[in-house]
């Protein structure tokens, strides 16, 4: 397993824009395809993006699509994710997950490697 360290959250204005940084440890990064969770207060966690081990592949939740981007550098062990457009339904803790593997999942439970988590916070 690898172990992941989001970064990058914080509090916006609705309309702003955030990235968030997942940095991994571990030679074996290139093997993982890589997802985007959230969960907020009293909800259940739900699936946000997920990229493909050499990041030629991407999927996205269909709230998020157009606002949402997320990309990989390999060489630096990252993943990222740019959010634009944020509004007061995007606030939750977003975590960075990861799985062996060339299958882009949306289901938490397919992924083996999880990080702690970063705040997002939209106001309006």
């Known amino acids: 397993q690898v172990q992941l360290v989001e970064s990058g959250g914080g509090l916006v204005q609705a309309g702003g824009s955030l990235r968030l940084s997942c940095a991994a440890s571990?030679?074996?990064?290139?093997?993982?395809?890589m997802g985007w969770f959230r969960q907020a207060p009293g909800k259940e966690r739900e699936f946000v993006a997920a990229i493909s081990c050499n990041g030629a592949r991407t999927y996205y939740q269909y709230s998020v699509k157009g606002r949402f981007t997320i990309s990989r550098d390999n060489a630096k062990h990252t993943v990222y994710m740019r959010m634009n457009s944020l509004t007061p339904a995007d606030t939750a803790g977003y975590s960075c997950?990861?799985?062996?593997?060339?299958?882009?999942?949306?289901?938490?439970?397919?992924?083996?490697?999880w990080g702690q988590g970063t705040q997002v916070t939209v106001s309006s």
């Open positions: 571990g030679r074996t990064f290139s093997m993982y395809a």
């Open positions: 997950a990861g799985h062996i593997g060339s299958q882009l999942y949306d289901s938490a439970s397919d992924y083996d490697s």
